[in-house]
């Protein structure tokens, strides 16, 4: 019964939300051409070969952030 009650406000509410997202899905598309994604997404590229390049490194970088991490924890503590 108070699924009824509501029905009308739901089916309104699925209406505009519907409207609203195929509004947005047209303007995405006018701007976001796949030439234009593509584009951006090369800047990742090189990013992808830092990383890459510094895989055998990251074991101690992350290791030297754990000991400057608690020595400055270290440093911190009052008693």
């Given at each position: 019964m108070e699924q009824l009650r509501?029905?009308?406000?739901?089916?309104?509410?699925?209406?505009?939300?519907?409207?609203?997202?195929?509004?947005t899905v047209k303007?995405?598309?006018?701007?976001?051409?796949?030439?234009?994604?593509?584009?951006?997404?090369?800047?990742?590229?090189?990013?992808?070969?830092?990383?890459?390049s510094a895989q055998e490194a990251v074991g101690s970088l992350l290791a030297q952030s754990v000991h400057l991490q608690l020595d400055d924890f270290g440093a911190r503590r009052v008693i």
């Open positions: 509501h029905q009308a406000a739901v089916d309104w509410l699925k209406k505009q939300f519907s409207a609203c997202r195929q509004e303007e995405s598309q006018k701007s976001a051409r796949p030439s234009r994604i593509h584009a951006r997404l090369g800047a990742w590229w090189g990013l992808r070969k830092e990383i890459e």
